[in-house]
Structures are given as C-alpha cells and as structure tokens.
C-alpha cells in the first residue's frame, strides 16, 4: 500500500515483442489488473493481404489468454494453416505466416477499424472476448510506421523483420507519422495526473519496440515531469538479445551490444535499470552514467521466472 493507504497507483509497462509480453505476463500474476496498465507498440503494425495487423498488441493477447505459441514468439499455439495452403495456390503472398485461428483476430480488428471503431476500442473488445483483465493500451490510435534504413534502402519493419529475416544491414530507423500522432489517451493523462506511480520499460528492443512509444510526443516530457520512478529492464544479457535483432542493430549502428550501451540509450529518462546476474560487471559503468542499476535473473524461462523479475521489479519502486 502506498502511504497513507491511498490506493495504490498505477504501473505502466511499456512493451513491444516477445520479451515484453513475457515480463507482462509475470506481472499480471503479482498485481492485480486494476494497477497494470500496458502500452503496446503499435509501430510494427502494417496493412496485410486487407487486414490491419497489430503484431505486439496480438503477442501480449495471446500471452495474457495463454494461447501463445510460445516457441514461435507469435501467433497461436495448436494452429492449423489451411488458409495459408489454400493461400499459396493461389498464388498469394505467403511470406508472412498466418495461422487460422490467428486470422480471425485480423478479420475481426479489421472489421471494427473500418467501421470506425479506435484501435483502443478494438483492443480492449478483443482482450474482453479473451478474458482478459489487463488493461491493453495502443501507444496511439494514430497511424505510427517504423521504417528500417538498410543499406539496400528503406524497408517498411515487417519486410525487415520477417521477409528479408533481418539480414540488411541497419543505418537507422525513423518512424512514420509521428510527429501527428496522439499519445494514447489513456496514458498519457494518467502519467500527468500522478495516476501512475512507476513506469517499467519491459526488455523490448530499444530501438524498434520502446522508441516509437518513448517518441510520441509529450511522452518523454511526461515521463520526466512524473514523481515516480522509470525503470528498464535490459532487453541484452551478455551481448546478446534473449531473442531478435536488437544485439545486431546495435552492432551494425556502431554501438557496443552490452548492457552499459542500453543504459546510454535510455540515459536521462530511466532511473533505475535492471540488468542480468551475467553482466555484474558493469554495474560501475553503469552508475557512471548516473542511472542506478539492480542485478538479478532477467532470462524468463518459465513462469516462475517472469513472476520473480515481475516481482523484482515491484519490489524496486
Ligand atoms: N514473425 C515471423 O518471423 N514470421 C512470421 O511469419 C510472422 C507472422 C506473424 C503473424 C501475426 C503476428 O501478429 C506476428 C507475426 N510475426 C511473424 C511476428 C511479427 O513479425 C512481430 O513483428 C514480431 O513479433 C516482433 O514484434
């Protein structure tokens, strides 16, 4: 309880892919639903085939309603694909894998969207059908594009990502439609309005899944102005992403792929960040940049694993 036996506030997380959706999870099991509130990248999203994908707002669904395929990091577990066979002879695009269960969710967003309804909305309608009690947030309802500058050009991220398996090689990213695009509502009021006590950056790749948040505008100046703290948990243990692109990009962007380079990327905003037993090392180096640093387990295996970084991480505001 907070002082005083005030309710006790909010906690954000801010979460993109598979790691995010893991430390969620954790979450959802060591706080109740009314003080977790997720935002999710939406900047992954893009038009396919007719329907609006919405990749890490789909992986935080299917995570919370345990319907994950847990080894894909995507989609549905116990799929079926015979849209997808039925796809290919037709001659359809079928780099982009999209099991039967998983295309009623596209169908079902894409029918609310063009009726008018607000991502937010349609998120929040999906996750109920789920039985889902944590609240799902879209960073915005706006239009919101990463494009991965290769050295063989401009790649929209899906291409990126999945199409080309992130083999260019990475120059920068920029984020289409920004500068216009709204914060979400719902998060942005309640960080200036003192809602929300501690924001946690889930182990996201920095660059594609927490920038195109951290960028809205006004969220960086919100989260500066907020009394509680900002914590981030390292998306890199020991040089390595746990999974994705994210040790890549840094190297192709000249950044040393360690912990100490995720604190530079997050310095002056995060207070605290959580890093893995295997990169004790760099707690001074760390400190250095002013940012203080814990040190625990931050590879979720298994569940009990994502409760007790969830856990840790509660424990530290
Ligand atoms: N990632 C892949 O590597 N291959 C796929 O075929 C694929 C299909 C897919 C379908 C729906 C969906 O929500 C996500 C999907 N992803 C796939 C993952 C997607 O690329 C996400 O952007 C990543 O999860 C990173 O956020």
Redesign the pocket.
């Known amino acids: 309880m907070t002082a005083g036996g005030a309710t006790p506030k909010t906690v954000a997380v801010l979460s ?3 790691g995010g959706a893991k430390l969620v999870l954790g979450m959802s099991r060591e706080i109740s639903a009314e003080r977790l509130l997720v935002v999710a990248n939406t900047a ?1 999203d893009f038009k396919h085939l007719g329907f609006h ?1 919405s ?2 707002i ?2 935080l669904i299917y995570t919370l309603a345990n319907l994950a395929n847990n080894e894909h ?3 549905r577990a116990n799929e079926s694909w015979s849209f997808m066979e039925a796809l290919e002879v037709l001659g359809g695009e079928t780099w ?3 099991g039967d269960g ?1 295309l009623a969710m596209h169908v079902e967003r894409t029918r609310r969207l063009t009726a008018g309804e607000s991502l937010t909305d349609v998120t929040a309608a999906l996750a109920d059908a789920l039985g889902i009690g944590v609240k799902i947030l879209p960073m915005t309802d706006d239009r919101v594009t990463t494009i991965v500058e290769t050295t063989t050009g401009p790649l929209m991220f ?1 291409h990126y ?2 199409r080309e398996r992130c083999e260019p090689e990475v120059r920068g990213f920029r984020f289409d439609g920004i500068q216009d695009a709204r914060p979400n509502p719902g998060f942005i009021d309640a960080l200036r309005s003192g809602r929300i006590g501690a924001v946690i950056i889930a182990p996201s790749n920095p660059f594609v ?1 927490v920038d195109p948040i951290l960028d809205l505008p006004g969220i960086r100046a919100a989260l500066n102005n907020m009394n509680g703290p900002v914590i981030a948990v390292s998306p890199i243990v020991k040089g390595s992403a746990i999974k ?1 692109p994210a040790a890549k990009m840094m190297r192709e962007l000249g950044i040393r792929a360690n912990v100490s380079a995720v604190a530079q990327h997050y310095r002056g905003l995060v207070d605290i960040i959580v890093i893995d037993e295997a990169d004790r090392d760099f707690e001074e180096q760390i400190r250095a940049l002013g940012i203080d640093v814990l040190v625990t387990n931050t590879v979720m295996r298994t569940l009990e694993d994502r409760r007790n970084l969830a856990r840790f991480c509660l424990g530290a505001i």
Request: aromatic share 14%; hydrophobic share 35%; glycine share 24%.
């Open positions: 993109g892919g598979v992954d994908i990749p890490d789909d992986t990091g995507w989609g982009f894998n999209l998983d899906q990502f999945v899944s994705g």
